[in-house]
């Protein structure tokens, strides 16, 4: 029996869908497979990263800030093509915090030339203008694609005041402690914070963090010398205005502060001499040695009789017959200046004159009981 037509047509259509439907399967697997293309909008860039501001106190702003490393949707950050920052400003007076702010552009910042083995150039970029007195603005900054779009969520914002620059910080002056640096002035104005650098030598200023109160600088050394200027930092929002710097102030940095002393001293007379032994002090702290000292009983002043600079022993020379002497041991530290300690406990040693009689001891005589 022959087959239907109708059913030969039928059958040979289901044959040539799958075998189409093979087709693509193995020519996907073969050529890899062509998903939906991502929508434009998640492919733009994504917001710039560290924006901030710096105004100088004669209006003079710096906006800088890093490029995105990712797209909108997180991914690796393929082509970006500028940067454009736009702002409104405002009088201080009528500024509204929370407002809509109508943006105008105010420049394009192109990108710079990629390191080689880099696909972007990793920054910073920066954008400088001059700013009126008196004035409030508002900047935002974005990255664009090749074909000048923009995701809105990649715009960056933030807000400078230019508002009068502080007074000259009054009072500024340092004093040297031992191993720190005080640094005084008179109180700043409300609303401010100082600022101080320090510079060491003939090297460059580096900034200490921001204070409002005094503060000691503990970040010194040993016979360095220190220059030290401030000035008063108006501080609104993000915004930091800074006033003038103040005359440099200078500070040589010495060791002031003596060792410990001895906290104990044995003196013994021996054939050889007065044998002194006290507490080794340089194996714990800064000590570059000892002083010596001895004196008459029957005498209120001590006369230094030497320095020794290593170990905790010295043997003084026999002392005549009959002699009676006090002896105290001080600690001087590695300093210029020598720093001395306050004295040990004293130790006194009597020589007995040779040959002296001796009186014997005698029992003392009782009266008989009568028992």
């Not at 996907?28 to 939906?36: I, S």
């Not at 552009?105 to 009126?132: N, S």
Request: aromatic content about 10%; glycine content about 8%.
């Amino acid at each position: 029996m022959s087959a239907r037509p109708g059913l030969t047509a039928m059958f040979l259509k289901k044959a040539l869908l799958l075998a189409a439907a093979m087709a693509v399967v193995f020519g996907a697997a073969a050529c890899g497979v062509k998903t939906h293309p991502w929508p434009e909008m998640v492919t733009l860039p994504g917001p710039v990263r560290g924006l901030s501001q710096r105004l100088d106190f004669d209006g003079r702003l710096l906006l800088s800030w890093l490029p995105p490393e990712t797209n909108i949707a997180g991914r690796p950050l393929q082509t970006l093509d500028h940067f454009e920052v736009w702002g409104a400003d405002y009088s201080a007076v009528d500024y509204c915090e929370g407002c809509p702010v109508g943006f105008v552009k105010f420049a394009d910042v192109f990108i710079q030339a990629p390191p080689p083995g880099m696909e972007l150039a990793p920054g910073p970029y920066v954008w400088e203008t001059r700013l009126r007195p008196g004035r409030v603005y508002v900047f935002r900054v974005a990255g664009f694609s090749p074909r000048g779009a923009v995701n809105s969520q990649a715009w960056v914002r933030t807000t400078v005041w230019n508002l009068p620059a502080p007074p000259a910080l009054s009072g500024f002056t340092t004093v040297a402690d031992d191993l720190s640096v005080r640094l005084l002035w008179s109180p700043p104005s409300e609303g401010t914070v100082v600022e101080v650098q320090r510079r060491e030598g003939q090297g460059s200023f580096v900034t200490l963090d921001p204070v409002r109160d005094v503060r000691v600088d503990t970040a010194v050394a040993y016979g360095r010398h220190y220059v030290y200027r401030a000035r008063t930092v108006l501080v609104k929002g993000e915004t930091r205005i800074p006033g003038p710097w103040t005359n440099d102030s200078e500070v040589t940095i010495e060791d002031l502060l003596p060792p410990p002393p001895p906290s104990f001293l044995d003196a013994a007379l021996t054939p050889a001499g007065v044998s002194l032994a006290w507490e080794n002090l340089q194996e714990r702290g800064d000590v570059a040695g000892y002083r010596i000292y001895r004196r008459p009983a029957e005498e209120a002043a001590f006369s230094v009789i030497a320095e020794v600079t290593s170990g905790s022993t010295y043997l003084d020379l026999p002392p005549v017959a009959g002699a009676d002497y006090v002896y105290r041991v001080t600690a001087f530290d590695t300093s210029p200046r020598a720093n001395e300690s306050s004295p040990s406990p004293e130790s006194r040693v009597y020589a007995e004159p040779i040959g002296e009689p001796v009186t014997p001891l005698q029992r003392p005589e009782l009266p008989d009981p009568g028992i």
